[in-house]
């Protein structure tokens, strides 16, 4: 079984700039979530998709930040413009899960490693 | 909303001895209790879970308790070998939350040989 494909694995920006990140879940997965890592701290959420719907965004900086899934597949986290304090790891991660008292293991990607100059 | 504390935040043990990692939460509507892996540069791994309906679950060398009491839960892991060097996060999740995890900051164990 494939797992969650994300893209680029590496980026560098200056502050200010623009960067996306891209995931492809495990296929069939209603359920994809994006986390940011900052080094030496625990994942933190940033947005949860089920399908192509929005779950839960709370924790995501709106003003600069963005993120969609359309067709309820592949998703998109975009920054805009970028900080400093934006420097993580971005943690894409699918599950089977679609709400309820779930059984569905979270399943990461790689991540994407920024770094904001 | 939740919130996960989890200690300590290093642990080096010697090979062959046995590790605790623990956790405490504060909400007490979470049912779910996952505790991953996450070597240098790799993705975060699931290696065991718990559900609050039952107080301990065993995976040969790796277990976890549950007090439900308490809100706290523990990681244990025997017989350390050099490739549970790792960060291990504990997470926990409400039921309801389509599995919407809330992590510790994560413990570097160290395991020497």
């Known amino acids: 079984e494939a797992g969650v494909a994300q893209s680029p694995r590496y980026k560098i920006i200056e502050k200010r700039q623009s960067v996306a990140f891209w995931c492809n879940p495990i296929?069939?997965?209603?359920?994809l979530y994006w986390y940011q890592q900052i080094l030496g701290q625990g994942p933190k959420l940033l947005i949860q998709f089920q399908n192509n719907g929005v779950v839960d965004d709370s924790q995501l900086p709106k003003d600069r930040f963005s993120a969609e899934r359309l067709k309820g597949v592949d998703s998109t986290l975009k920054i805009q413009p970028a900080k400093l304090e934006d420097s993580a790891v971005y943690l894409c991660a699918s599950s089977l899960a679609h709400g309820g008292d779930l059984t569905g293991e979270l399943f990461f990607g790689e991540g994407s490693r920024l770094t904001v100059l | 909303g939740e919130n996960v504390e989890q200690h300590p935040s290093t642990l080096s043990v010697q090979e062959g001895d046995s590790a605790v990692i623990k956790c405490t939460y504060s909400d007490s509507a979470s049912n779910y209790f996952p505790w991953y892996k996450q070597e240098l540069g790799k993705r975060p791994q699931l290696i065991i879970d718990i559900r609050s309906n039952v107080g301990e679950k065993k995976d040969q060398r790796i277990a976890v308790t549950l007090n439900k009491t308490a809100k706290h839960f523990s990681l244990h892991i025997t017989e350390t070998q050099p490739e549970d060097s790792a960060v291990y996060f504990c997470a926990a999740s409400r039921r309801g939350s389509a599995r919407q995890l809330t992590f510790g900051s994560g413990t570097q164990l160290t395991v020497l040989p």
């Open positions: 296929s069939g997965h209603a359920t």
